[in-house]
């Protein structure tokens, strides 16, 4: 089955282009090209743009779901939520826990993987804690934090296949093992909650830890001890050239003096959007629960955030991934084809996916339309057309 994606404005990594036609071929991208070839079916964009779909590599949930609960509902209902917004490519993420209940997410992501017809590709996942600094904890579960153990990490490594990243903070005992182990199993270690310093996060980062989790979020900036001035985690990270970083650029977390400053310092090439979303994604404003709908944490989203009841800290974003472009171009002043990117090509890269993340023949078929105001009308996965509005 070859269709012809038409009459598009057409997002490459070095621009837009308004006179391109995009082929896929079953599940790849066949041809961009400005000639016209034989087809079996044509999608006419009609003046919109014409995206690789959105690879979103740090969710926690969408649409009253959060991966925590358990259940292959959760995962499919945060995947089709995800891919109405534009996401192709989702990581679930799951927060500090019970060991019990990291390993049994596993069994549930594989199943979820197995009924997923109408959602976000879910390639494998990410694990987010236990090992953080208690300072940094933000809205992670004080009751779980710990200092990495081999006997513990390796035991849920063993029984959780599919694991692609984990966040931990490298200054903890044990944590430049823990990274090695975790680089040697082919799997990204990413700073994330953390007070480390400067010695800590070149130690780490030749141990393998060359990401940072949420940038400004949950870690150390410059800092004084005894009159004498000290950088964190947040100024190694613009000193370390080969660094990749994350933001939530829900435009709460993050204010548009920062993403400008953060786009300034790393570029497209360096910077992957998150939305960190819990399960509040896509949901009106009200009482909600961060983590597990039974144990979890509560709070409350309002102002398109999520906050702790008492209102002194985020529990998290509820932004859906369209929201996220929108805002780099809208507040941080980045041109289209370089917004896209950073939901596309650069989040591909830091994990490791090189079958997609852009118009290119051979690559996935994962392409999406979307209007000026980043409205998604259109969603193909690996060749599938899922939305089609």
């Not at 006179?19 to 599940?27: C, G, K």
């Not at 035991?155 to 430049?176: H, M």
């Not at 992957?272 to 994604?281: K, P, Q």
């Amino acid at each position: 089955m070859i269709t012809k994606v038409t009459g598009g404005r057409v997002i490459l990594e070095n621009g837009i282009f308004d006179n391109l036609n995009v082929y896929t071929e079953d599940a790849k991208i066949y041809a961009v090209t400005d000639k016209s070839l034989p087809f079996d079916r044509e999608v006419n964009a009609k003046g919109r743009y014409v995206s690789p779909g959105f690879v979103e590599i740090h969710s926690h949930g969408a649409g009253g779901c959060d991966f925590l609960d358990g259940t292959v509902e959760a995962f499919l209902t945060a995947a089709e939520k995800h891919l109405k917004h534009g996401v192709t490519t989702l990581i679930p993420t799951a927060t500090s826990s019970e060991i019990e209940a990291t390993i049994e997410i596993q069994k549930i992501y594989e199943e979820a993987c197995a009924k997923n017809t109408s959602g976000a590709d879910m390639p494998g996942l990410h694990l987010e804690g236990p090992y953080f600094a208690y300072g940094q904890r933000g809205a992670q579960d004080p009751r779980y934090l710990r200092n990495p153990s081999p006997e513990e990490y390796e035991k849920i490594l063993d029984a959780c296949k599919s694991v692609l990243r984990w966040s931990v903070a490298p200054e903890l005992p044990g944590a430049i093992e823990m990274g090695r182990a975790l680089t040697k199993r082919g799997i990204l270690p990413a700073v994330g909650h953390s007070d480390a310093e400067w010695d800590d996060i070149k130690k780490a980062f030749d141990a393998g830890f060359t990401h940072v989790t949420h940038l400004y979020s949950g870690m150390s900036t410059v800092h004084r001890k005894n009159a004498y001035r000290y950088i964190g985690v947040v100024e190694s990270a613009y000193l370390i050239d080969d660094m990749t970083v994350e933001i939530i650029a829900d435009g709460k977390h993050l204010p548009s003096e920062l993403l400008k400053f953060v786009y300034k310092f790393k570029g497209p090439d360096k910077i992957a959007l998150i939305t960190d979303s819990m399960r509040g994604a896509g949901m009106p404003d009200g009482e909600s629960m961060l983590g597990h709908y039974k144990n979890g944490l509560p709070c409350i989203i309002e102002e398109g955030v999520a906050k702790l009841p008492d209102r002194t800290a985020f529990a998290g974003s509820v932004a859906t991934f369209d929201r996220l472009v929108r805002n780099m171009i809208t507040m941080a002043e980045v041109p289209v084809h370089e917004a896209v990117k950073m939901a596309t090509k650069t989040p591909a890269k830091i994990m490791n996916f090189n079958d997609r993340g852009a118009l290119i023949p051979g690559l996935r078929a994962d392409v999406i339309l979307f209007d000026n105001n980043i409205d998604i009308s259109f969603v193909m996965v690996n060749g599938n057309i899922v939305l089609n509005i």
